[in-house]
T-cell receptor, first 113, second 112 residues
Framework: DGGITQSPKYLFRKEGQNVTLSCEQNLNHDAMYWYRQDPGQGLRLIYYSQIVNDFQKGDIAEGYSVSREKKESFPLTVTSAQKNPTAFYLC????????????FGPGTRLTVL | GESVGLHLPTLSVQEGDNSIINCAYSNSASDYFIWYKQESGKGPQFIIDIRSNMDKRQGQRVTVLLNKTVKHLSLQIAATQPGDSAVYFCAETPYGNNRLAFGKGNQVVVIP
């Protein structure tokens, strides 16, 4: 079955540690996205990538980094510079184009202690 | 499950009744709109979309209405079922490219 996988579902880290969240898709989509979701707020875009080896900052990129070495994978690193990293992180992908919906993974809940 | 529904506008609806969820969007240049459903602890799922050259589109038990004059989008769910309990988000494309901007969401609670 085609889809997007994110792992792990729950992640706990100590303050000051970097942590990498995994996102893999087998939908053959060129574009991939990372969003952050906090209670009572809509999804906010962290980074996105339209093609392999290229990515752009979204609205809240500070304290995060990404790489796009393979079409299928778009890992997100939450660095110690991110002041409030505890959140629900969602990865999405789609075929680039103006009328193509984004497909979402199941999310990773990151808690920084 | 995830606490995404906290502090959101909540619609409580009796099972079998129709639900209407509203969304005001921000950019008159947006030309594509999507409704997503998010159940507790899961990622958003696509429900239905509409382009700006239309004012109504129907799916299975759902209808989306678009009023570009007042920048308003609504989602109607017919014969609401317990499985419809979720947070519903609208999304628009204000950037003229592949990026989406999401609304804050509306919590729907179905009363059996």
């Amino acid at each position: 079955d085609g889809g997007i996988t994110q792992s792990p579902k729950y992640l706990f880290r100590k303050e000051g540690q970097n942590v990498t969240l995994s996102c893999e898709q087998n939908l053959n989509h060129d574009a991939m996205y990372w969003y952050r979701q906090d209670p009572g707020q809509g999804l906010r875009l962290i980074y996105y990538s339209q093609i392999v080896n290229d990515f752009q900052k979204g609205d809240i990129a500070e304290g995060y980094s990404v790489s796009r070495e393979k079409k299928e994978s778009f890992p997100l690193t939450v660095t110690s510079a991110q002041k409030n990293p505890t959140a629900f992180y969602l990865c999405a992908s789609n075929i680039p184009g103006p009328y193509n919906e984004q497909f979402f993974g199941p999310g990773t809940r990151l808690t920084v202690l | 499950g995830e606490s995404v529904g906290l502090h959101l506008p909540t619609l409580s609806v009796q099972e079998g009744d129709n639900s209407i969820i509203n969304c005001a969007y921000s950019n008159s240049a947006s030309d594509y709109f999507i409704w997503y459903k998010q159940e507790s602890g899961k990622g958003p799922q696509f429900i239905i979309d509409i382009r700006s050259n239309m004012d109504k589109r129907q799916g299975q038990r759902v209808t989306v209405l678009l009023n570009k004059t007042v920048k308003h989008l609504s989602l109607q769910i017919a014969a609401t079922q317990p499985g419809d309990s979720a947070v519903y988000f609208c999304a628009e494309t204000p950037y003229g490219n592949n990026r989406l901007a999401f609304g804050k969401g509306n919590q729907v609670v179905v009363i059996p």
